[in-house]
């Protein structure tokens, strides 16, 4: 991380009756990550409407590293062998068809972060109406982890 000019975020706290991850065998399940920040919330809006594919894709990108965070709390980053896969949620207009440019954003950081074998992943872009905190991009991640 340290090369890409980046720091691993500490895990964000839940807001509901819930666990940042859970350990099944060698998958970790990261829950659901906005962008939210401890001193910033996450850009809320609606892409296509008041938020940009750009804004949006720079969300996807931040709550990939609230992920990265999550799995460093939970089990370590160096302990993933491969990223298994992705699910990225977009609060978008009804006519939105760019989702997938959007979680590029999350994809890519992902690649980078990982590298090729290890972070390369299946993954789902998914629009819909709304997210937690009127967050604009929420991700949720699996992982497969070291035993």
């Known amino acids: 991380m340290a090369r890409l000019g980046l720091s691993v975020p500490a895990a964000a706290t839940p807001k509901g009756a819930y666990f940042p991850s859970r350990l099944c065998g060698d998958q970790l399940w990261i829950s659901g990550a906005t962008a939210r920040r401890p001193d910033c919330a996450a850009l809320s809006g609606v892409v296509g409407a008041d938020v940009s594919v750009e804004q949006a894709r720079d969300q996807a ?14 089990v370590g980053i160096d302990n993933v062998t491969a990223l298994v896969h992705l699910r990225g949620y977009v609060r978008a207009t009804s006519d939105f068809g760019d989702h997938p440019t959007v979680i590029d954003g999350a994809s890519q950081l992902l690649l980078e972060a990982f590298g090729e074998r290890c972070g390369a992943h299946a993954r789902t872009a998914i629009g819909v109406a709304s997210l937690p905190g009127g967050a604009c991009v929420e991700l949720d991640l699996v992982a497969a982890v070291a035993s």
């Not at 992920?67 to 709390?73: E, F, N, S, V």
């Open 61 to 74: 990108r931040f709550a990939a590293l609230n992920l990265i965070g999550a799995i460093d709390a939970a």
